[in-house]
């Protein structure tokens, strides 16, 4: 950010015209993948690049800033050449587990080795489980299980992150698209209830299930435009 705040410094100095107005609007959409970046809010997936004791310290104030009473499970991979060490200094204290994964590069440390050293580590620290994966799918898994609805945090290496990021994005569609038959199968319930009901003009009757079908769809597609916050589920199924 201080980067570009300078250069459109410079460009002003040579003429530029640059509003105030776009600059904030610049920055305040711009995206940085692997950043503390929000993979899914329910439960909460994080996904940070972070790969050295500076980054990972930055990583952990932002946990204790905005997650302060939560237990984390970590879904970790690091660099044998990394200090890792120091790395797990500043996570141990929010860890609920680790689920440990081998990056794809030469000089990875083995899932096994990393989930051994963190065992060592807790000690004293915290009671945080670690376990090891042999693929990024499986580790996603089992991060997500262990979390229990809590959040989870990939982290260690950014060799890493585009296969988490691949990985966790397929594993969100596969969800959405269950969670979408499911409705289906739910909200087609509603051909076989044979009540009817008169319309305004008094005359001519319709299925109540019509009316209950236009109801949850409406609930559904104009959830987002609400001016509260409304529970579409409970909404659709009352």
């Known amino acids: ?12 100095e040579k003429g530029w015209s640059i509003p105030e107005t776009a600059v904030r609007e610049g920055l ?10 929000i993979l899914r809010k329910k439960p909460l997936f994080i996904c940070d690049g972070s790969h050295n ?25 690091v ?7 120091k790395m797990l200094r500043y996570l ?3 860890a609920k587990a680790f689920v440990c994964l081998t990056p794809d590069n030469p000089r990875a440390l083995a899932a096994e080795k990393l989930a051994e050293i963190i065992r060592k580590s807790a000690d004293n620290v915290c009671d945080a489980a670690a376990f090891a994966e042999k693929s990024i799918a499986d580790g996603g898994k089992r991060a997500l299980l262990l979390a229990g609805g809590g959040p989870v945090t990939a982290c260690g290496s950014l ?10 994005l397929k594993l ?3 969800e959405r698209l269950d969670n ?8 087609d319930k509603d051909k076989f209830i044979g009540r009817q009901t008169y319309l305004s003009d008094g005359v001519r009757k319709e299925n109540d299930a019509e009316h209950a079908w236009h109801m949850a769809i409406m609930a559904w597609l104009l959830a987002d435009y609400a001016n509260e916050k409304i529970d579409v589920a409970r909404t659709m199924i009352r």
């Open 92 to 94: 141990l204290p929010h």
């Open 159 to 168: 060799y890493m992150m585009g296969d988490v990021r691949k990985e966790f």
């Open 180 to 187: 979408f038959f499911r409705f289906i199968l739910e909200i």
């Open 172 to 174: 969100a569609d596969k």
């Open 79 to 85: 660099l044998a050449d990394k200090e890792y060490d």
């Open 1 to 12: 950010v201080v980067m570009v705040l300078e250069i459109i410094r410079k460009l002003k």
């Open 53 to 77: 004791p500076q980054c990972i310290e930055a990583l952990e104030n932002n946990l204790s800033t905005l997650l302060p009473d939560e237990k984390i499970v970590f879904l970790m991979g």
């Open 28 to 37: 305040g959409t711009v995206t940085w993948p692997a950043r503390f970046e």
